[in-house]
Structure formats: C-alpha cells, structure tokens
C-alpha cells in the first residue's frame, strides 16, 4: 500500500525536520521515517474499520427500531443496510481484525462522530436510492459503500479534525490513503469471505529499501547535491531560495543518482508535483527548470549514466 507516492512525501517532510532539528542525527530520523509510513498503514486499516463502526451503529439503531415497531404494531424497518453483505464482510475480515486487536483506540470509542456520520448517510440521496432499489446483491451492497466513502468520508471536515486530533501524521496522509481504501472496496469479492486479502503495507522489500536508500542518500550527499544546484542557478540567487526548494531539489538529486531505473523524466514531474503542495506558489516552475538543468549537466558530465530527450 506505502507507494513512491507517498514515500517521497514523507521523506521531503522528514528531511525538512531532520534540517530543522538540532540534533541532526540521521538514525533517529530514519527511525521516525518507518515509523511515519506505518502510520498511513495504520490510516488505511483505520478506515476501512470506520465502515465497520458505521455499520453497528446502524444496527443499534435497526435494534431500537424494531423494538419500537413492536410496541406499536407497525412494519417492522428494512434491516438492508445494517447487514449490507460488503460491510459484514469486512466485518469478519481476517487481517483487518488482526489490525484491530492491536489497536488502543477502537470507533466504538467515538459514538458522536459516530451518530453525526450515520445521521449524513441515512439523509443522502445515495442511500436513500439503496434502499429503495429493488436490487438485492454483494455487488449493488460493494458498490453502495463505494459511492458513499467517496461522497461522505473521503471529504469530511469532521473527520479530518478527529484523525489530526489523534495523529500528527494523518492529516497529510488522508488524500493518499483514501485511494487505498476505495482501491481495496473495489478488490473485495464475495466467494474469499474473511479471507480477502486487504492491501499489504509494502507491495515489496523493494520500495522499503527506496524510503530508507532516498533518505540517507539525500542526508549524505547534501554538500555534492547542493553543489549542483548551485552551479545550475547561475543566473539566479540561489541564497534567496525557499529552504523547501531546497530540500525537494536536493531529494530529487538523490533520486535521479541514486535509482538508475527510474527515468529522470519521472522523478522531476514527482518533486514538481510536490512542490505544488508544500512550497511556494512559483516554485514548481523553478524546480522543473533547475533540475532539468541539473540532470542534463550530470548526462552531460557523466557523473548520471541515463538518458534525457533532446530539448524541443
């Protein structure tokens, strides 16, 4: 699941601190390096396990319903959503119940956000159009979960403050993560039962070693790095550049030398992409032309053994 992606994310976050920080000692930040992109793992199973907190609060509600209906002698309520097939699916998920059992914090600690939610989907139009249709299957019960995790969580104030409230490092983690969960609603099959596999935390030892390889790299070679950029902002002043540029410019660098299968045009277009979110408005145009300057000038030189385009 901890994708490139995000692992250049939370190495430009880490590497930024580790500058801020003191006492500049690349162990210990490595270490919070791990520990931050198992945090968005810990997200990814937390989410899914929200569809699950929502699904028994719909139950506690069908319980007072029924009873109710039963003093009054009235029809007795659909119990369609409170044993929606998908989320009792997850329910009984093996690894996500792995997941939770190691857990200190559970959504049943959590009823109010738990009510407001359940209150905002009963009130959709998707849900109502659920309940409604005549259709009665896993695959309308998935896709009901899909439309609504789209709709109601994956853009939701109120959630966004409660995972800050409980993890300084899930409110960046969210968008990405979000993916993830709706990637995983998708994959869900009725016939694997509990034992549908949910996403794993690495798709293989090899991107675990990219995150600790790009960070060490980008911390140990710092002065050669810099130095480039340096020699390709001739023209410019680059004493007057954000420190961010800096430290997304000099990951980049360690990227593009570090990785030789990763094309140089794919590690540019990614920094500039994070630049767009976490510098200066002007930056992402500086960065693209710096480190193309800076990889033709490494080609050039022979220090980068890859290949660029020709300019047009």
Sequence with gaps: MINRELIRIKVVQLTYAYYQNGSKNID????????SLSKAYD????????????????????????????R???????QK??????????????????????????????????????????????????????????DADRELWRKLYRTLIERNADLDSLLEEQSIYWNDDKE????????????????????????????????????RKLFRSAIMNADEYQHYMSEASRNWDFSRLAYMDIVIMQIAIAEMMSFPSIPISVSI????????????????????????????????????????????
Excluded at 28 to 35: H, Y
Excluded at 184 to 189: C, Q, Y
């Design 269 to 312: 277009n990614e920094y500039v992409e994070i630049a767009k979110l976490y510098s200066t408005p002007r930056s992402a145009g500086y960065i693209n032309g710096m480190l193309d300057a800076i990889a033709r000038h490494l080609v050039q030189t022979g220090h980068m053994l890859k290949h660029m385009n020709e300019k047009k």
């Design 72 to 78: 009054e002698g009235t029809p007795m309520p659909s």
């Design 43 to 70: 997200l990814y199973n937390y989410l899914l396990a929200l569809i699950v907190g929502i699904t028994q609060e719909a139950r506690r509600h069908l319980e007072v319903a029924q009873s109710r209906a039963t």
């Design 28 to 35: 210990s930040a490595e270490k919070e390096l791990t520990f």
């Design 176 to 211: 990405i993560v979000d993916t993830f969960v709706l990637k995983t609603i998708k994959r869900f099959e009725e016939k694997n039962q509990a034992n549908q596999e949910l996403l794993p935390e690495y798709d293989s030892e090899e991107d675990k070693e990219y995150a």
């Design 81 to 138: 959503f409170a044993y929606n097939r998908f989320a009792m699916q997850l329910e009984g998920n093996k690894m996500l119940n792995e997941f939770v059992e190691t857990q200190k914090k559970n959504w049943n600690d959590e009823p109010e956000f738990l009510k407001k939610i359940y209150t905002q989907i009963t009130e959709s139009q998707i849900y109502k159009d659920y309940m409604a249709s005549t259709e009665d299957s896993y």
